[in-house]
């Protein structure tokens, strides 16, 4: 999340040159889309379905207010503590001065791309505190010093021969080792994983989840996942804190009937993920005494503000987009320099952080608009049209900025030219003269620069023998 | 000073006030009390009579099919013969040890007896490390999903606390079939009144699995590894 990160072509370069991520990514991403597609196909009211939870987010969006007070109250009455945060260093400080009251210098963590987005592993570990994630594929990232490559297989950048290695160098140094004899077969990792993790959730004093929904009505949070180490989390410590964005809420609780079907079946491509967990606020004498919610806002309230960003508020971060997405398939996660990578992370990430990093800007161009992703996001968000949006922003900043910019001189000279017929005809014949000198044929390139800027990347076409006026004088003679 | 809390409530009603809602939004629903939870908006559940006591044959077939497909052991059995077909399900899978929650009935432990598998109450409740130390758990659930394959649990007496049935290695689940209904709707909707009296709820679709390694399916990371099911008919 670092503001120097490179704009996106460079780092896709540098991404793109390494065939073992391109094969693991071309692998992962078409496996998951295939599987997502059957289980789309399996249901008969698919169509329904997702324009009933599109509708229902809506809802959730034109009312936030309403729906987020009624869920606070209902988990303040069902023993659970509200906290709220404006931004990302108020949810951190909010959930180390907790994490601090309980006297606890390490904390289980389950997958949360909230979490990530605020930056809370860095902020625990600033305060003394050590946070420990638990899901197969954060532990590895953790424990390889390593962000991740995709929002479900977060991992999925390294094959098992490295998670061996990054198994038996690391795990030792922060609890349980590795077997010393510990083979690369799959079952193995996880087997190591399972006996280095057990040991740290059987004493965790306290856990840390994010949500998937927050039901207005009860106050109940969901948190869907896998391998159990998110009913781990929520279950045995005594606190627990989960932290949540504000767009989180769903009005009843009979809403999730929608959900339930569309996010199991959109994100892994099974009719469902082998567990979910919902609790509302504290149950005497089952799991954590000491519950609390951290109500995150956020960019979120500079979506709100602008109604035709709203429907990205829908998101429930399914990663259909991102797996269906040509760019994405070829360049995965690391390039895009934010947490949300793929359609949804160049439509979020510029409107959450602004648009005044190179890399921000860049980010609504890793897009080829071929709309795959509107056709698979289960909420329907119209992706496409989002991402033209930002683009519309980045081109009115840069008109802005001081500092003139080529493609803005160029559009400006294009308006020129294009005021006056003759300028446009007298450019015609100039460019039909260059042409026959040329003996026009395929394309140009690479140009010198600034103009190589354009044409590393793409073909400019030659100049034609005649211009269109031309043509079409001699055509009507 | 502003709370944190105004600030957003004041920043998300000036947003809201830039335009106006895009869909018609109907009233939120205004549950005061738990048991009041509002019923007037998706009734896909309902559609489908949430009081069937009638059981199904193919609903219940579908619902062995498709949680086998997770790779759940399943097995349909005439009621008066699921105790047994438990305890014998538990001895073939090498278990020794059970957690048998309070209200999972007599006939159950004196089965889990005769099978000679060791069964602990879980009052006063056990620790998290005592739990690790026993073989299984058995329990019973609120509802069934056929479509998916699920089982719910809303921990109440013959289901035992939460970590009761996370802890141990080998889940064995009690399934009565007419708590089995055709689709996720219709187990919300049954799911309901749990929610409204503040239980918690686990829904679980075969054993603990992921792919994160190189998307190679593996079976069992913190959850229990082994997952059977008994359906009583
Ligand atoms: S934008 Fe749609 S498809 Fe993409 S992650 Fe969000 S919900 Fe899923």
Redesign the pocket.
């Known amino acids: 999340m670092s503001a120097i990160a490179p704009p996106f072509p460079e780092a896709a370069r540098k991404q793109l040159a390494n065939p073992q991520l391109r094969a693991n990514l071309r692998r992962a991403t078409s496996t998951i889309k295939a599987k997502r597609a059957l289980r789309q196909a399996e249901m008969a009211d698919w169509e329904e379905l997702r324009a009933a939870a599109a509708a229902i987010k809506d809802r959730m969006i034109s009312q936030m207010d309403v729906y987020l007070e009624q869920a606070e109250a209902a988990l303040t009455r069902a023993g659970a503590q509200v906290h709220w945060a404006r931004d990302a260093d108020e949810a951190n400080s909010v959930v180390t001065a907790l994490v601090q009251a309980t006297g606890a210098t390490e904390v289980v963590k389950v997958k949360s791309m909230l979490t990530q987005e605020i930056g809370l592993n860095d902020a625990l570990r600033r305060a003394g505190i050590a946070p420990f994630e638990t899901d197969l594929a954060e532990l590895i990232v953790q424990l390889g010093h390593d962000t991740p490559s995709h929002?479900l297989v977060p991992a999925i950048h390294r094959n098992r021969a490295e998670v061996r290695e990054i198994f038996l160098a690391e795990m030792g140094l922060v609890g349980r080792p590795a077997p010393p004899d510990l083979s690369s077969d799959p079952n193995d990792l996880a087997a190591a994983a399972r006996a280095h993790l057990r040991e740290k959730f059987l004493r965790a004093k306290v856990g840390i989840s994010g949500g998937n929904f927050l039901i207005a009505e009860t106050g109940t949070l969901v948190v869907v996942e896998s391998e159990g180490n998110g009913r781990m989390c929520l279950t045995l410590p005594e606190t627990l804190i989960s932290v949540v964005g504000i767009e989180k809420v769903l009005p009843t609780f009979q809403d999730l009937e929608v959900f339930m079907q569309l996010l199991p079946r959109?994100?892994t491509g099974e009719r469902m993920n082998p567990y979910t967990s919902m609790w509302s606020g504290v149950t005497p004498g089952d799991g954590p005494s000491n519950v609390h919610v951290v109500l995150v806002a956020g960019g979120r309230l500079k979506a709100l503000a602008e109604p035709a960003a709203r429907p990205?508020l829908?998101?429930?971060?399914?990663?259909?987009?991102?797996n269906?997405c040509p760019v994405y398939q070829k360049v995965g996660g690391h390039a895009y320099g934010s947490v949300?990578p793929?359609?949804?992370g160049i439509?979020?990430t510029p409107q959450f952080r602004g648009l005044d990093t190179p890399l921000d800007r860049s980010l609504p161009f890793a897009c080829t608009l071929c709309a795959a992703?509107a056709d698979?996001?289960?909420?329907?968000?119209p992706?496409p049209d989002l991402i033209v949006r930002q683009r519309h922003k980045v081109a009115v900043a840069k008109t802005a900025d001081l500092r003139p910019h080529l493609e803005v001189l160029a559009m400006a000279g294009a308006g020129w030219l294009f005021r006056r017929g003759w300028r446009l005809a007298l450019a015609g014949w100039a460019l039909s003269v260059v042409g026959r000198l040329r003996g026009a044929r395929g394309a140009i390139g690479p140009l010198p620069w600034p103009m190589s800027r354009w044409t590393r990347a793409r073909d400019l076409p030659a100049p034609p023998r005649q211009s269109f006026r031309a043509w079409w004088r001699r055509g009507s003679r | 000073m502003i709370t944190a809390r105004d600030a957003i409530f004041a920043q998300i009603k000036a947003a809201l006030a830039t335009a106006p809602p895009a869909p018609p939004a109907a009233a939120p629903s205004s549950l005061t009390s738990p048991g009041s939870l509002d019923t007037t908006e998706w009734r896909d559940g309902e559609a489908t009579s949430t009081a069937s006591s009638t059981v199904d044959d193919a609903v219940v077939t579908l619902f062995a099919e498709r949680c086998g497909d997770y790779g759940a052991a399943v097995v349909r059995v005439p009621s008066r013969d699921a105790a047994t077909e438990a305890a014998r399900l538990l001895a073939d899978h090498g278990v020794e040890s059970v957690v048998a929650p309070e209200g999972i009935g007599a006939a159950l432990l004196a089965a889990l007896a005769n099978a000679g598998i060791r069964a602990v109450g879980d009052t006063p409740p056990l620790s998290a490390a005592e739990l690790d130390q026993l073989d299984g758990v058995v329990t019973a659930c609120r509802v069934a999903i056929a479509e998916t394959g699920t089982l719910v649990l809303d921990h109440a007496a013959d289901q035992g606390r939460r970590a009761l049935s996370l802890v141990p290695d080998t889940h064995l689940c009690l399934v009565r079939a007419e708590q089995i209904v055709a689709a996720v709707p219709q187990a919300v909707t049954r799911l309901r009144p749990s929610v409204a009296a503040g239980r918690p709820l686990t829904w679980v679709s075969g054993p603990s699995a992921t792919v994160d390694i190189e998307l190679t399916r593996v079976e069992g990371v913190h959850g229990p590894r082994t997952l059977l099911v008994v359906v009583a008919e």
Not at chain 1, 376 to 381: A, H
């Open positions: 929002i959109s994100s990205m829908r998101c429930i971060r399914c990663s259909a987009c991102m269906t949300y793929g359609p949804i439509v979020l992703c698979v996001c289960p909420v329907k968000i992706l």
